[in-house]
């Protein structure tokens, strides 16, 4: 019976008032108690779109034509206020920065209780348990603007998990999440179900959520659902090239397929030992008075250099890349760009040789439209209008979003309004490309379609990412710096750097299969290969 079930969807479609397009067709399907539903597809997809009408914000707070209907445990929520459903349907949101609104980590966690009228003594004892459930107490008392993105993510969890609701939505909730904390993440949703709790979880890092084994998992394709059903069903109704799946899985299947053409990277940019292009002296910095987050940085960034830059959430990653554009100036030592102290620059002047693309989609976007948006750069530095329009064109078909040029960015999914943060930098045609967190709410295909573009294309002297991704640096990077506590603890190729297991993990990365499947490999191909690449080494 209906009651029993904590969610059932019926014939649910919904457009979005200014798309000519629904974003979602005819979705039938019911969620049961204890039950992971793992929601995978391509960014864009309508998977974002099903989590807003579960949670009343269609059509509440976005309008268009909806159709079909959602039952809550028996129970039609269309009259219902959005303080009842949110005691029922808590959600975590893709981009934390959406989501977080007190000043304190406490005062987060604390919110929603306070609006439900809460006593002052239950509101905390249920806010400090929500805390010690993900192993953050420590940040009870931070500030949140200056906690790293995993570290918001973790608390905008717990601000719902306080809130105790019977089914849980996770939108990409392992995004921002280093490596060993999307693992913790993923053992406490295993644990909450197992407990009872419904969670649907839409997730674009499928292999990883494969580990806690979801009960079901649902595969949508424009709009529709085009796989529902057991795990064991998904290998068999999918592309490789569109999930990412365990890499032996891919290797098996890609046999049969012709051998991938090797990869081009920065044509025409031969690597070099001459001037550098960025130069780290001895860097210390805090945001705070007293307290540091980097100690000691020094290193060089040359022509010909595609770095990964990995570590834990909280590990100086993106305070570093933000001296390397000026964002941020030493508090000791000094950062030297094309020779000169960025002391002495101005970011806008920077931005001509690094382009940086933030973490956080909603930190760049602004402009009323997408063409606008990556126009805006390009227009800036100075580009003539000839240039633009065709600097603006290539971005746009890098990313795949050729079909947006006249959408509102921050009308888009937020993987959409990722990649166009990313084209935006593109279009500027910088020396230097820096991109934090290039891939999260990215789906496996697009992903790796505008990085195997971004390094193909001419005109980058050096890339740097910032990535959780262990896999982006085995096959896109030449050079991978591990950083934990705000000190370098590693700089070298892929090979020498992600080799040494015992301390990834000590910097909470987890060795992956496409890892394991290298190293297995490693003496007869002598570098890093794709899963698809490694299908065809001889003796496997």
Same mark, same amino acid.
């Given at each position: 019976?209906?009651?029993?079930?904590?969610?059932?969807?019926?014939?649910?479609?919904?457009?979005?008032?200014?798309?000519?397009?629904?974003?979602?067709? !005819?979705?039938?399907?019911?969620?049961?108690?204890?039950?992971?539903?793992?929601?995978?597809?391509?960014?864009?997809?309508?998977?974002?779109?099903?989590?807003?009408?579960?949670?009343?914000?269609?059509?509440?707070?976005?309008?268009? #034509?909806?159709? !079909?209907?959602?039952?809550?445990?028996?129970?039609?929520?269309?009259?219902?206020?959005?303080?009842?459903?949110?005691?029922?349907?808590?959600?975590?949101?893709?981009?934390?920065?959406?989501?977080? *609104?007190?000043?304190?980590?406490?005062?987060?966690?604390?919110?929603?209780?306070?609006?439900?009228? *809460?006593?002052?003594?239950?509101?905390?004892? %249920?806010?400090?348990?929500?805390?010690?459930?993900?192993?953050?107490?420590?940040?009870?008392?931070? #500030?949140?603007?200056?906690?790293?993105?995993?570290? $918001?993510?973790?608390?905008?969890?717990?601000?719902?998990?306080? @809130?105790?609701?019977?089914?849980?939505?996770?939108?990409?909730?392992?995004?921002?999440?280093?490596?060993?904390?999307?693992?913790?993440?993923?053992?406490?949703?295993?644990?909450?179900?197992?407990?009872?709790?419904? &969670?649907?979880?839409?997730?674009?890092?499928?292999?990883?959520?494969? /580990?806690?084994?979801?009960?079901?998992?649902?595969?949508?394709?424009?709009? #529709?659902?085009?796989?529902?059903?057991?795990?064991?069903?998904?290998?068999?109704?999918?592309?490789?090239?569109?999930?990412?799946?365990?890499?032996?899985?891919?290797? %098996?299947?890609?046999?049969?397929?012709?051998?991938?053409?090797?990869?081009?990277?920065?044509?025409?940019?031969?690597?070099?030992?001459?001037?550098?292009?960025?130069?780290?002296?001895? &860097?210390?910095?805090?945001?705070?008075?007293?307290?540091?987050?980097?100690?000691?940085?020094?290193?060089?960034?040359?022509?010909?250099?595609?770095?990964?830059?990995?570590?834990?959430?909280?590990?100086?990653?993106?305070?570093?890349?933000?001296?390397?554009? /000026?964002?941020? $100036?030493?508090?000791?030592?000094?950062? *030297?760009?094309?020779?000169?102290?960025? %002391?002495?620059?101005?970011?806008?002047?920077?931005?001509?040789?690094?382009?940086?693309?933030?973490?956080?989609?909603?930190? @760049?976007?602004?402009?009323?439209?997408?063409?606008?948006? +990556?126009?805006?750069?390009?227009?800036?530095?100075?580009?003539?209008?000839? =240039?633009?329009?065709?600097? &603006? $064109?290539?971005?746009? =078909?890098?990313?795949?979003?050729?079909?947006?040029?006249?959408?509102?960015? *921050?009308?888009?999914?937020?993987?959409?309004?990722?990649?166009?943060?990313?084209?935006?930098?593109?279009?500027?045609?910088?020396?230097?490309?820096? @991109?934090?967190?290039?891939?999260?709410?990215?789906?496996?295909?697009?992903?790796?379609?505008?990085?195997?573009?971004? +390094?193909? @294309?001419? !005109?980058?002297?050096?890339?740097?990412?910032?990535?959780?991704?262990?896999?982006?640096?085995?096959?896109?990077?030449?050079?991978?710096?591990?950083?934990?506590?705000?000190?370098? &603890?590693?700089?070298?190729?892929?090979?020498?750097? +992600?080799?040494?297991?015992?301390?990834?993990?000590?910097?909470?990365?987890?060795?992956?299969?496409? +890892?394991?499947?290298?190293?297995?490999?490693?003496?007869?191909?002598?570098?890093?290969?794709?899963?698809?690449?490694?299908?065809?080494?001889?003796?496997?």
């Amino acid at each position: 019976m209906t009651a029993d079930l904590p969610l059932v969807v019926e014939d649910l479609s919904f457009r979005y008032r200014d798309r000519a397009e629904a974003a979602i067709r !005819g979705l039938s399907f019911e969620a049961h108690p204890g039950e992971i539903l793992l929601i995978a597809g391509a960014s864009g997809c309508g998977k974002t779109t099903l989590i807003r009408a579960i949670n009343g914000l269609i059509p509440r707070s976005y309008k268009g #034509e909806v159709s !079909g209907r959602i039952l809550l445990f028996g129970q039609d929520p269309a009259g219902w206020p959005l303080a009842r459903i949110s005691q029922l349907v808590g959600t975590v949101l893709q981009d934390p920065e959406r989501q977080i *609104l007190g000043t304190k980590v406490l005062n987060e966690v604390a919110f929603g209780l306070e609006n439900l009228g *809460l006593p002052r003594d239950e509101i905390l004892r %249920r806010a400090d348990a929500a805390l010690d459930y993900l192993n953050i107490a420590s940040l009870r008392l931070r #500030e949140t603007y200056n906690l790293s993105g995993g570290e $918001k993510q973790k608390v905008a969890l717990a601000g719902v998990l306080a @809130m105790r609701p019977k089914i849980l939505l996770l939108d990409e909730p392992l995004a921002s999440l280093d490596p060993a904390s999307a693992s913790e993440t993923l053992g406490m949703v295993r644990r909450l179900a197992d407990e009872g709790m419904t &969670v649907l979880m839409v997730e674009h890092r499928v292999e990883d959520v494969l /580990g806690i084994r979801p009960e079901r998992v649902m595969f949508m394709s424009e709009g #529709e659902i085009r796989y529902l059903g057991p795990l064991d069903g998904l290998e068999r109704a999918v592309d490789y090239r569109e999930v990412k799946l365990p890499a032996e899985v891919v290797i %098996r299947r890609a046999k049969a397929d012709p051998p991938p053409p090797p990869p081009t990277i920065l044509p025409g940019v031969e690597r070099r030992d001459d001037e550098p292009l960025v130069r780290f002296e001895n &860097v210390a910095f805090g945001y705070e008075a007293g307290t540091e987050v980097l100690h000691g940085i020094n290193l060089d960034i040359r022509r010909g250099d595609v770095i990964a830059v990995l570590g834990p959430n909280g590990a100086g990653k993106t305070t570093f890349v933000k001296h390397a554009i /000026g964002l941020l $100036k030493p508090g000791a030592g000094r950062v *030297l760009v094309n020779g000169r102290d960025t %002391r002495q620059a101005s970011v806008a002047e920077i931005a001509g040789t690094l382009g940086y693309v933030f973490q956080s989609p909603s930190h @760049m976007l602004f402009a009323p439209t997408v063409y606008e948006e +990556l126009a805006f750069g390009p227009r800036n530095l100075g580009h003539p209008k000839e =240039q633009i329009e065709k600097e &603006v $064109k290539e971005a746009l =078909q890098i990313v795949n979003l050729s079909d947006k040029e006249k959408d509102p960015p *921050l009308a888009l999914s937020f993987g959409q309004q990722k990649r166009v943060s990313i084209a935006a930098i593109l279009a500027m045609r910088s020396r230097i490309l820096v @991109m934090d967190e290039p891939t999260a709410g990215q789906d496996y295909q697009n992903y790796m379609n505008f990085m195997d573009s971004i +390094l193909q @294309m001419p !005109g980058f002297e050096a890339i740097l990412f910032i990535t959780h991704d262990v896999d982006l640096a085995v096959i896109y990077a030449n050079r991978v710096l591990l950083m934990a506590e705000g000190r370098l &603890v590693a700089d070298g190729s892929p090979q020498e750097v +992600l080799r040494d297991v015992h301390r990834l993990e000590a910097c909470r990365l987890v060795p992956t299969s496409l +890892l394991a499947a290298n190293l297995k490999r490693l003496e007869h191909t002598g570098r890093f290969l794709r899963a698809e690449a490694l299908a065809h080494v001889s003796s496997f």
